[in-house]
């Protein structure tokens, strides 16, 4: 268990949290990590799936696509 932030793994916001991410999440301020879902608005803004409070019928009617990141998305200079 992090003596931070008192969770094991770390929270992405915590200093000892080492793992890859390249997006932010507009809403918790996260890391989008590899195997999470999210969606990219048309503004360039990342949000996770967790942190939308509505329904996948309301994202689709409202024409967004939940996708999952994936180690490929990662670009070299974030690491």
Not at 58 to 63: H, R
Request: charged share 25%.
């Amino acid at each position: 268990m992090c003596n931070i932030c008192g969770n094991d793994p770390c929270l992405t916001r915590c200093p000892n949290f080492h793992q890859k991410y390249n997006y932010l999440c507009c809403y918790c301020g996260g890391g989008i990590l590899s195997g999470q879902d999210y969606l990219r608005n048309s503004e360039g803004q990342y949000i996770h799936r967790d942190c939308i409070p509505c329904t996948d019928y309301l994202i689709d009617w409202l024409g967004y696509r939940v996708e999952t990141m994936d180690e490929e998305d990662y670009k070299d200079e974030n690491y």
